[in-house]
């Protein structure tokens, strides 16, 4: 019993000191509480992740974005493309798989093929070559 308890404490003992962390400790460096003044507590040296900026559905619909097209799920209305940077939405350029609104937009596609595609719903509307 006591090794199946050794792990659940770790893990709840990173969870508490994270937590402890990143709200500053017990507060009582932050003014006003026993009129201690104490150093702040160190910050994390990492930087968050950024919350992405979703411009509105119609905005998004009309930007193109290009990409080359690294494989092709027809069975399940997936392709996934290596996109260019998309400075509209604040996109590095990556890989991803994207779901298109329509299989019929797989059908002349090809692996390697060069495409620009517009997304509406999270999903390709439209895709055709570039």
């Not at 770790?10 to 937590?19: G, N, Q, R, W, Y």
Request: net charge positive; with cysteine; aromatic share 6%.
């Amino acid at each position: 019993m006591s090794k199946r308890l050794i792990p659940i404490m770790v893990v709840c003992l990173f969870a508490a000191t994270s937590a402890h962390a990143q709200y500053g400790g017990g507060g009582s460096g932050r003014g006003g509480r026993g009129g201690r003044s104490q150093t702040p507590a160190p910050t994390s040296t990492a930087s968050p992740t950024p919350t992405p900026v979703r411009p509105p559905a119609k905005a998004l619909s009309s930007i193109a974005i290009t990409g080359v097209i690294q494989s092709i799920d027809p069975q399940h209305g997936r392709v996934t493309i290596a996109y260019d940077d998309v400075e509209a939405l604040n996109w590095p350029a990556g890989t991803m798989p994207f779901v298109v609104s329509k299989t019929a937009l797989l059908k002349d596609a090809t692996v390697g093929e060069k495409v620009r595609f517009k997304l509406e719903s999270q999903q390709i509307s439209e895709m055709e070559p570039y």
